[in-house]
């Protein structure tokens, strides 16, 4: 007969690349799902005892530090380093002409997508990059000393600021080095997303109304300050990283110097203060590693690379640009097509269309949708929370202006144009029933829930209309569209039973990025194997040679939660297969099973014991099943006066589990899980400010398995897609090309008094992707909000500000006062 173990593996390869909902969820759940007091790094980072990449401090350590470019675009025709090296202090002066430093590399996070780069190059292509030189010393001020000190003769290139204008034939090439041809780069590569015919669309629509979106670069910097530790134990790296993919570096790693065996490299990856995509996907992320690990090996001291604050700004985000958009629609407010353009600002990867979610959300047939990935000379763009943003920019404009312009009420419009793929709700329910999914409209229950929380009939009113007491404006917005991440990625994952105690590690390398992920995968892992939670434990910080899905695109539950969930119920029918089967068998002979005259299925755990399900009164703590170590070895003790002493094999179970499809236009799952958003704002007319008074927020998470973490998806997503909204804007001086607000003083970001209550409702269709049938939050809500500010505006003004972020010189602009 086949063991259940086997059957579980069968399982696990069966959901590969699921598409429909989980065929084997659990019955009940005594930890999924639950608000639990425990927070795995909740005390090290409230008491102060956590330690991040920053923090790293290794004996013998130099401070590493680069110089960076004054200009835009300029070429190192002269370098003179010799005072820098005769300063006290200093160790090693690297540069951009060293004869071991290679022109290619692999150090982006995209490598293969753009190819690979110097990792110390000698032409900068925005001012701030890092460029020419190195510097290490005993500590940071000198290293900043020593840079001062290098002489430069620069070849100063023309360079572009403005996307729209880079793109045109006559303009002077922004990087020439890589796009010799022009600084639209994308022409005829996946440029463009069609779908139906847009001519006969718009043929049928009774309006067409037109419009222009602005998106002004803003950053994709975290807290804690870009840094990284190169170690080198003889010939083996040792290296701290501050990033979201661990098993990427080990890979690019192995390729350096030479190349380097993997089974040789040991990797860190310590609590980060903060990462929301930014750096991670930066395609020279590596360069400072690269160049600290080739000075340690030469200096054989470890080394720390740093990033200023200023430096830290050298990353934007991919939804900078200019968007031209036009909608057909009925006066019924059903949409009839979409004819959309990105310009878009260094684009990270020119697929991700104006008219994507239009497509993925909605019953609209034909549209003509464009990205024109340009380059110009300001700092690299990349998911600063998202690679969504530009479609969840333009998807929420399209709808809020339709509504606009036929005085509906935007709610009204939603339910109007919601499908999937062009197909109407009736196509959507047949494939939830087809892929096993209950049916439920999910995008309903979403609006219900927010409309009720938010006093939506009440609150809502025509453009202009209500004045408030203290003077201001009143206005809300709304908006929606899919709840993604469920189907993008791979993920490793084991976990060991441990001798003495019977406790259960989790060991698979991951990025802490504060959402407590540790927690919830032991949540999966207590309720599968039956264990109470204390008993379950997860380091992610170190590398066991598994690696979980990177954060990213929202589907680390999707992906991981799988893998976890597999491996748990493997590793249960172990333990029941090991204490219904004779033990310690060896040549010499065995021991009775733990459970005599008992069959695997007749016994199940809880709460850490195991027990026989006819007689729960036979049991035994899983803390007896493992023995103890000894002098004799791990896990058996030595002979005493002959006796022999039983033993139990290493109990240990890994799976994994692989999801693709999700940065695909015809992805082979129809997203069909919602998200709904309300805000509502004043306006000051005499001053233009902007004030956000009060947010709901409603996903469709499918399943909570840690509220908690959704919870906070949904808080600090607000205040983010706020302040991105409202607030940032990274400012170049047109003339010098340099950047003027690269400071935390001058570059403004939302605080918790930048905006009013916050209320996070959560909604649970249980049509995910994922196991137990949950979807992603992580980006959502961060993601989706910028944009709904600018209808919330128009609702309290009568105009539309489309030019993000919305200040207060815009408004005063808008209102015809300035």
């Known amino acids: 007969m086949t063991k259940q173990s086997e059957i579980e593996k069968e399982r696990m390869q069966e959901m590969f690349d699921n598409l429909g909902a989980d065929k084997y969820p659990l019955k009940e759940y005594k930890n999924i799902g639950k608000k639990l007091p425990r927070k795995l790094d909740g005390p090290p980072k409230a008491s102060g005892e956590a330690v991040y990449t920053m923090d790293i401090q290794l004996p013998g350590m130099l401070y590493m530090r680069f110089l960076t470019s004054p200009h835009p675009h300029a070429k190192i025709l002269k370098m003179d380093t010799s005072k820098a090296e005769k300063l006290p202090g200093v160790r090693y002066v690297l540069r951009y002409d060293d004869p071991e430093m290679p022109e290619a590399a692999n150090i982006g996070q995209m490598a293969g997508f753009f190819g690979t780069d110097k990792p110390l190059p000698g032409v900068a292509h925005f001012e701030g990059e890092l460029v020419g030189a190195a510097v290490a010393a005993d500590t940071e001020a000198i290293a900043e000393e020593a840079l001062s000190l290098i002489e430069i003769d620069w070849e100063e290139r023309p360079f572009n600021l403005d996307v729209e204008k880079a793109a045109e034939p006559d303009a002077p090439l922004s990087f020439p080095e890589r796009y010799a041809d022009a600084n639209h780069w994308n022409k005829g590569v996946i440029d463009t997303l069609i779908k139906g015919d847009v001519k006969k669309g718009f043929a049928e629509a009774d309006k067409i109304v037109e419009f222009r979106i ?38 690019q790693i192995s390729g350096w110097y030479g190349g380097v065996p993997m089974d040789k490299i040991q990797l860190h990856m310590p609590y980060q203060g903060g990462s929301f995509g930014g750096w991670t996907c930066v395609e020279s992320l590596m360069g400072p590693h690269y160049c600290a690990g080739l000075v340690a090996k030469r200096t054989r001291r470890p080394v720390k690379y740093i990033l200023t604050r200023r430096e830290d700004f050298n990353v934007g985000s991919m939804d900078a640009g200019t968007y031209l958009i036009k909608v057909g629609f009925k006066n019924d407010g059903t949409i009839t097509a979409v004819d959309g353009v990105l ?24 549209m003509n949708s464009q990205v024109k990935a340009v380059w110009i000379n300001k700092c690299e763009t990349v998911p600063t929370r998202c690679e969504l943003l530009p479609p969840c920019l333009s998807f929420t404009m399209i709808m809020d202006r339709v509504a606009a312009e036929l005085g509906m009420d935007p709610i009204e419009v939603a339910l109007k144009n919601d499908g999937c793929e062009g197909h109407d709700m009736d196509w959507v329910n047949e494939e939830k029933k087809r892929r096993g999914f209950e049916v439920r409209d999910s995008l309903k229950e979403c609006i219900d829930k927010g409309k009720a929380e938010f006093k939506w009939d009440e609150s809502w009113h025509k453009p202009g209309a209500r004045k408030l007491p203290n003077g201001r404006m009143h206005g809300v917005g ?27 590690t989790i060991l698979s390398m991951g990025c802490d990025q504060g959402v407590n992920a540790e927690e919830t995968y032991c949540q999966i892992v207590a309720d599968e194997l039956g264990f109470r939670l204390e008993d379950v434990h997860y380091n992610q910080q170190v590398d066991p040679g598994f690696y979980r899905m990177t954060p990213g695109s929202s589907t680390n539950m999707s992906i991981n939660g799988w893998a976890v969930r597999h491996a748990a119920r493997i590793l249960k029918q172990r333990i029941l297969e090991t204490v219904t089967s004779p033990t310690s068998v060896t040549q010499r002979g065995s021991f009775q099973p733990m459970f005599p005259d008992t069959r695997p299925e007749d016994l199940d755990i809880q709460n850490s014991l195991i027990f026989n399900k006819a007689d729960p009164s036979i049991q035994m703590p899983v803390s ?51 998200q709904a958003h309300f805000m509502e704002v004043e306006v000051d007319t005499e001053t233009g400010e902007v004030f956000v008074t009060r947010v709901v927020n409603v996903n469709d998470v499918g399943k909570a398995i840690n509220p908690m973490s959704c919870w906070g998806q949904q808080y600090g997503g607000s205040i983010m897609g706020v302040s991105r909204g409202k607030l940032e804007e990274m400012i170049h001086d047109p003339v010098t090309g340099v950047m003027l607000n690269g400071n935390l003083l001058d570059y403004k970001i939302a605080t918790i008094k930048d905006i009013g209550p916050i209320s996070t409702i959560l909604v649970e269709t249980g049509m995910g992707y994922g196991p137990y049938g949950l979807v992603g939050i992580g980006e959502d809500i961060a993601t989706v909000l910028p944009g709904l500010l600018a209808p919330a505006v128009y609702n309290a003004t009568g105009v539309w500000i489309e030019d993000f972020p919305i200040t207060p010189d815009k408004v005063l602009k808008a209102l015809g006062k300035i």
């Open 478 to 504: 709304f908006t929606w569209t899919q709840e993604w991440g469920d189907s993008l990625g791979s993920g490793e994952v084991a976990i060991r039973i441990e001798r003495k105690d019977g406790t259960a």
């Open 214 to 251: 602005v998106r002004r670069l803003h950053t994709g910097m975290g807290p804690e300050r870009q840094c990284g530790v190169f170690k080198w134990n003889g010939d083996c790296p040792e290296v701290w990283l501050k990033q979201q993919r661990a098993h990427l570096p080990k890979y």
């Open 624 to 674: 007896d099943v493992p023995k103890r170590g000894s002098l004799a070895g791990s896990f058996s003790e030595a002979e005493a006066f002959g006796v022999r002493n039983s033993w139990v094999k290493p109990l240990f179970a890994d799976a994994y589990h692989v999801q693709h499809g999700g940065v695909n236009p015809n992805s082979p799952r129809p997203r069909i899980c919602r």
């Open 343 to 366: 310009y878009n600002l260094n684009a990270y990867m020119p697929i991700f269309f104006p008219a994507l979610h239009i497509h993925e959300n909605t019953r609209v047939l034909n």
